[in-house]
């Protein structure tokens, strides 16, 4: 008579299968953290240049001035040192959004060029405050594409160095997947 419970040799096998379906999508429904650095040059126009003011209706001294309207495209890098690996490039606009003008709204990717995420991007968007270096703030990760499809989060900015010329944050990832 043969038995209805299932043999250990086969209990053995779906357990292999479905560990290893499991490393097959490592963070699929986790957390996870990454960590890259923003190089943005912040004078002039031209090749050099990553910050493209296309409306400037103040005549304040602040970018975020409320109704400035600015467009960028700068270098992700694997570290701070402007020689570190470029991954990829963060692209967006900016629109000073405050009567104050001490803040801007975002609206950003983050498209990845090199490594592991090759291929992939984050969408972002929030405030970007006027404020002193190494202040830290939040903007929300609200979708991606490639490996980061279904991305939540959240991504901590911190400006780590400033010469005339350039800005260099350091960007910080929080994301999980749905």
Request: aromatic share 10%.
């Amino acid at each position: 008579m043969a038995s209805s419970a299932p043999s250990s040799s086969l209990l053995l096998h779906l357990f292999v299968l479905f560990a290893a379906a499991a490393a097959a999508s490592p963070n699929r429904n986790g957390y996870m953290h990454l960590r890259f650095y923003n190089h943005e040059r912040i004078l002039g126009s031209g090749p050099n240049a990553t910050v493209v003011y296309s409306v400037h209706r103040t005549t304040s001294s602040s970018v975020s001035g409320f109704g400035n309207v600015y467009v960028y495209d700068n270098l992700l890098r694997a570290g701070v040192e402007t020689d570190s690996p470029i991954i990829g490039r963060n692209q967006g606009m900016g629109v000073g959004s405050s009567m104050a003008e001490n803040s801007g709204l975002t609206n950003f990717q983050l498209v990845f060029t090199a490594g592991e995420y090759n291929g992939s991007s984050l969408a972002l968007q929030g405030l970007f405050p006027v404020a002193p270096l190494e202040t830290v703030f939040e903007r929300a990760i609200t979708g991606g594409t490639g490996k980061f499809r279904l991305a939540r989060g959240y991504l901590l900015t911190s400006e780590v160095h400033a010469t005339n010329t350039t800005l260099t944050g350091q960007l910080d990832a929080y994301i999980t997947f749905r």
